[in-house]
């Protein structure tokens, strides 16, 4: 069982935007905080956004103002709108639910949809 699809990456040149989605299962998505990570090419992953099952969110400080997080409790899915983006955040972006007593990753990753920006 596929427990998290990724989509809506691609190229765009720099200023433009893109709205990824996130398809979960729902052990991962029901009653966990939601997460957007990204990995570039030769860096660590790292944590872009989160939101929480009340709504609330918080980003890390390279995407603050440009990018937001939303999730829709019925589809079990969660989005990341990315806006004014800039070759910095070329990269693959993944999704996953954060275990709230480690706070690491709840599933296995998927596959991860690949956001290039050009200059």
């Known amino acids: 069982q596929v427990q998290l699809m990724e989509t809506g990456g691609g190229s765009v040149r720099t200023g433009g935007s893109l709205r990824l989605s996130c398809s979960a299962a729902g052990n991962i998505f029901n009653g966990n905080t939601m997460a957007w990570y990204r990995q570039a090419l030769g860096k660590q992953r790292e944590l872009v956004a989160t939101?929480?099952?009340?709504?609330?969110?918080n980003y890390s400080d390279s995407v603050k103002g440009r990018f937001t997080i939303t999730r829709n409790n019925a589809k079990n899915t969660v989005y990341l709108q990315m806006n004014s983006l800039n070759p910095e955040d070329t990269a693959g972006y993944y999704c996953?639910?954060?275990?709230?007593?480690?706070?690491?990753?709840?599933?296995?990753w998927g596959p991860g949809t690949l956001v290039t920006v050009i200059a």
């Open positions: 996953n639910g954060i275990d709230s007593r480690s706070g690491g990753p709840l599933g296995v």
């Open positions: 939101i929480s099952i009340d709504g609330s969110t």
